[in-house]
């Protein structure tokens, strides 16, 4: 409970992390290291990490992996167990979500504050690059079998998109996350030049901290001007997101944690200059369908979470000098940034490894990479926090944490409560009409663009005269869709027709 110490401490002692740059950048495809290789040499990094003198591997109770979209290995811990020559009690695969890796750390927090784990490791890697060279080569990877699955996936199976979301077009978070931007810009009253400004700001500092992440896919330090400037090379995707604000899966990509218990630490010869203390954690999630939020220009759910996270551990934001907010897009961290109480134009930089469309966006594993980051961070500067936001599906699931390089005086701490999901619960939402007719206003839209560069559709959430929400998609006119990018069309009124 908040204000009990608990009587071990997790400890995070080991991050490691890879990237194997192969792929058809060498012309060699076939030589590119599979998942399961990255895993592996990122859980060895890790345990190298925590100055391990080869007990520590052997000594773990849990091997947790997040799940891996590029290959179906059926039981990817019981083989990776078996490489790292190690014997778990106890093996974990996650669901599909961004939100995983964060949520599963503090999972294995609970369970070790709870005594029920004393050692665990967290571990995923993707190796999409890899995939696709071989796959333009007609070539299939020979890669490790899959073996029978053991049990469930952990985590939350519900898949993220409603029937009416998908027959609409807007399911897809290419689509869905340039809608909320654009309802963010018009909540603040920004001109599409001014917000272009602001989109090419935070672009040019995360692709700066990534040139400077040896682990990062792309190190060349784009400016942001270059990343906001439609080109034949930078085509337009899903207005107002060039190609370069999307994330980036085609990576080749691992990383691994090792997590203890203070006591198994000491007992196993981790020495305490290696410790990074997990705070406090969180957990929650929106309304889970795009359809049915309140609006497009606020996260209730990590508004809440943020609040109690920060009140848990007794600092305000301003407090925290290490961020990573997820960013698939740069909507998802300016617009969590603003709910979590900083200004969505800040200057402060909302990544420690340079965000999914420049370090790279591995799947579901990106903020393990992320945590590994923060960690390095705060051994650096003991008196340092952290504070790492993981999230999945359509700004749907959130996970978020405090990290310190002191250990926290009342123990590792649960915030919010099963009170906090409720109250999100509970926010008021529309009604919604599946066969709109007559006037309605638009609330958030984008346009969609074909490989080559032209406009396609575009998509579009609003409301009736009534308060009703719809869904709705634009007629294919390309000079309505060209005139859409060229003015506000948030609060335009228009007819709806079957």
């Known amino acids: 409970m908040p204000g009990e110490r608990t009587r071990v401490l997790p400890v995070l002692v080991g991050g490691g992390q890879t990237i194997d740059r192969v792929g058809d950048r060498a012309g060699d495809p076939a030589s590119g290291r599979e998942p399961l290789a990255l895993m592996e040499e990122a859980a060895r990094r890790a345990a190298e990490d925590a100055g391990s003198d080869g007990r520590l591997l052997g000594a773990l109770d849990t091997i947790a992996v997040v799940n891996i979209i590029s290959w179906d290995y059926g039981n990817a811990p019981g083989i990776l167990a078996e490489r790292l020559g190690c014997h778990p009690a106890r093996t974990i695969y996650t669901t599909l979500g961004g939100n995983t890796p964060q949520t599963l750390l503090n999972h294995l927090c609970d369970e070790i504050a709870a005594g029920r784990s004393e050692a665990a490791l967290i571990a995923g890697a993707e190796a999409f690059n890899t995939l696709r060279a071989l796959g333009k080569n007609g070539h299939r990877p020979a890669w490790t079998a899959a073996r029978p699955a053991r049990g469930d996936a952990w985590g939350d199976a519900r898949m993220g998109m409603s029937p009416l979301e998908l027959r609409h077009g807007i399911a897809k978070p290419v689509v869905a996350y340039p809608m909320v931007e654009n309802a963010f810009r018009a909540r603040r009253g920004l001109s599409l030049d001014a917000h272009r400004r602001e989109l090419a700001a935070y672009c040019g500092r995360s692709a700066a901290v990534a040139a400077r992440n040896p682990y990062a896919w792309f190190q060349d330090g784009k400016s942001g001007e270059a990343i906001a400037t439609v080109t034949a090379g930078n085509r337009m995707v899903g207005f107002p997101y060039p190609k370069s604000m999307n994330a980036i899966l085609e990576v080749n990509q691992g990383a691994a944690l090792l997590l203890l218990a203070d006591t198994a630490a000491r007992r196993l010869g981790v020495a305490a200059d290696r410790w990074v203390y997990p705070w406090a954690g969180v957990d929650v999630t929106e309304q889970w369908f795009l359809q049915d939020r309140v609006d497009y220009a606020s996260l209730p759910g990590v508004r809440r979470a943020g609040a109690a996270l920060l009140e848990t551990v007794g600092r305000g934001i301003d407090a925290i000098a290490h961020l990573d907010l997820y960013s698939c897009f740069p909507i998802a961290p300016r617009l969590s940034a603003a709910m979590l109480g900083l200004a969505p134009d800040t200057a402060r930089a909302l990544t420690v490894t340079g965000g999914l469309p420049y370090f790279g966006g591995p799947g579901s594993n990106y903020a393990t990479h992320a945590i590994a980051t923060l960690a390095a961070r705060l051994r650096a500067d003991r008196e340092s926090f952290g504070l790492a936001h993981a999230l999945g599906w359509n700004l749907t699931k959130h996970a978020l944490a405090v990290y310190g390089g002191a250990p926290p005086p009342r123990g590792w701490q649960r915030a919010g409560g099963a009170a906090l999901q409720a109250h ?75």
């Open 424 to 498: 999100v619960d509970a926010e008021p939402h529309p009604s919604i009409v599946e066969t709109p007719a007559g006037r309605g206003t638009i609330e958030a839209y984008t346009v969609l663009h074909a490989r080559g560069g032209e406009p396609e559709r575009g998509s579009v959430i609003g409301r009736l005269a009534g308060g009703e929400r719809f869904l709705a998609a634009l007629p294919r006119d390309p000079g309505l869709l060209e005139a859409m990018e060229q003015a506000e069309q948030v609060g335009r009124a228009g007819t709806l027709r079957q």
